[in-house]
């Protein structure tokens, strides 16, 4: 299985701050990769495909980069509606994995 | 507007089974893959299993290979997830997703516990 490794596990930030979350790949997949939001009670949401693609309706601060094995997921200025858990999520193999989330809180 | 309904959680016992259904409309059912991911409480998102808009293709994590049986019935645009041999470790919510790489859209999830 393909083993993503998503780091920091949770990260405090301030309004209008840039956040970066990493996440790599065991192996490589391309671009390959989702990336996905989870708030507090609700199903998680899909923002950003093939790596780099933003998901129709989501904010442009919301970006993503990488290829291969390593992979960047950006807010570029945090809002407080941005307060969820981040996954990234790999499709070039079965089974399909996460990573182990990342928290993103406001300081 | 695409909908994924969730049903059929609930308590059952160690070794026990359960059948979770997953109703979708708004969308061309058969068209698509079909996908469950599990979240233990507190913890992250689990793949389980997905199953190909035709049904002839199954694929499985292998924590539940032999044990989990996803199905489809493309008439009544329902998913299902027949699961036998319940063990603790499967407590989760279960997610209904439509599609087998990108889930673009999810259900709300239906809680299965399994007590220890």
Not at chain 1, 20 to 47: E, F, M, R, V
Not at chain 2, 29 to 51: C, I
Not at chain 2, 85 to 105: I, K, N, P
Request: aromatic share 10%; glycine share 10%.
């Amino acid at each position: 299985d393909i083993q993503m490794t998503q780091s920091p596990s949770s990260l405090s930030a301030s309004i209008g701050d840039r956040v970066t979350i990493t996440c790599q790949a065991s192996q490589d997949i391309s671009n390959y990769l989702n990336w996905y939001q989870q708030k507090s009670g609700k199903a998680p949401k899909l923002l950003i495909y093939d790596a780099s693609n933003l998901e129709t309706g989501v904010p442009s601060r919301f970006s993503g980069s990488g290829s291969g094995t390593d992979f960047t997921f950006t807010i570029s200025s945090l809002q407080p509606e941005d307060i969820a858990t981040y996954y990234c999520q790999q499709y070039d193999n079965l089974p399909r994995t996460f990573g182990q989330g990342t928290k993103v809180e406001i300081k | 507007e695409v909908q994924l309904v969730e049903s059929g959680g609930g308590l059952v016992q160690p070794g026990g089974s359960l059948r979770l259904s997953c109703v979708a409309s708004g969308f061309t059912f058969s068209d698509y893959w079909m996908s469950w991911v599990r979240q233990a409480p507190g913890k992250g998102l689990e793949w389980v299993a997905n199953v190909k808009y035709d049904g002839s293709e199954k694929h499985y994590v292998d924590s539940v290979k032999g044990r989990f049986t996803i199905s489809r019935d493309n008439a009544q645009n329902s998913l299902y997830l027949q699961m036998n041999s319940l063990r603790a470790e499967d407590t989760a919510l279960y997610y209904c997703a439509r599609g087998t790489g990108t889930a673009r859209h999810w259900g709300q999830g239906t809680l299965v516990t399994v007590p220890s």
